[in-house]
């Protein structure tokens, strides 16, 4: 079955830590991106793949890291510079970057104590 | 600019049709996506439109006009289960260096009542 991954589905953390988001796709993706959503607000793109070992930040990408060192993995780390960091995060991948239907993945709820 | 206004809140009844609007104002357009959003799941693709013009599938439609940065999603003979956020994103250049990307309008919650 063809599809994007996140893991886990809710995670909680405690002020000042850093904690790692995962994203996995088998659709043979070229592009996979990361989205940020807070209640009454669009998406908003965080950082974003073209290419395996090549990434863009996107509108929001202060406090956040990726790595993108294999097709199908494009994990996101929220580390502790990120001022308000509970929010739901949705990871995407699309054919090529920008142009083709971006397909979401399930969803981390991360909530910050 | 790169405004994309949808209404906030819609309500219809079962069975009904509804008309859900997108305005954008941006140059250097290419495509305008809708996507549908249950409440705590991921947004799920509907629709792609690049050029003028009505796109059916089934019970949505969606419908462009590049000249007036205009798109509207219908959905007819309203099912309970169609209350959900819909969600116009449009594809966008970059402000500098990288690819197209998609920018989202805050959303337009649909509740179907019978």
């Known amino acids: 079955d063809g599809g994007i991954t996140q893991s886990p589905k809710y995670l909680f953390r405690k002020e000042g830590q850093n904690v790692t988001l995962s994203c996995e796709q088998n659709?043979?993706?070229?592009?996979m991106y990361w989205y940020r959503q807070d209640p009454g607000q669009g998406l908003r793109l965080i950082y974003y793949?073209?290419?395996?070992?090549?990434?863009q930040k996107g509108d929001i990408a202060e406090g956040y890291s990726v790595s993108r060192e294999k097709k199908e993995s494009f994990p996101l780390t929220v580390t502790s510079a990120q001022k308000n960091p509970t929010a739901f995060y949705l990871c995407?991948?699309?054919?090529?970057?920008?142009?083709?239907?971006?397909?979401f993945g399930p969803g981390t709820r991360l909530t910050v104590l | 600019g790169q405004n994309i206004d949808q209404p906030t809140e819609m309500t219809a009844t079962e069975g009904a049709i509804v008309q859900i609007n997108c305005t954008y104002q941006?140059?250097?357009?290419?495509?305008l996506f809708w996507y549908q959003q249950h409440a705590g799941e991921a947004p799920t693709f509907l629709s792609y439109?690049?050029?003028?013009g009505l796109e059916e599938k089934g019970r949505f439609s969606s419908f462009l006009s590049r000249s007036k940065g205009y798109s509207y999603l219908l959905l007819k003979e309203l099912q309970m289960k169609d209350s959900a956020s819909y969600l116009c994103?449009?594809?966008?250049?970059?402000?500098?260096?990288?690819?197209?990307?998609?920018?989202f309008g805050k959303g337009t919650k649909l509740s179907v009542i019978p």
């Open positions: 995407a991948s699309s054919t090529t970057s920008g142009v083709d239907t971006q397909y």
């Open positions: 659709l043979n993706h070229d592009a």
């Open positions: 793949s073209q290419i395996v070992n090549d990434f």
């Open positions: 941006t140059s250097g357009f290419n495509g």
């Open positions: 439109n690049v050029l003028d």
């Open positions: 994103a449009v594809s966008l250049p970059p402000p500098g260096a990288g690819s197209y990307q998609l920018t």
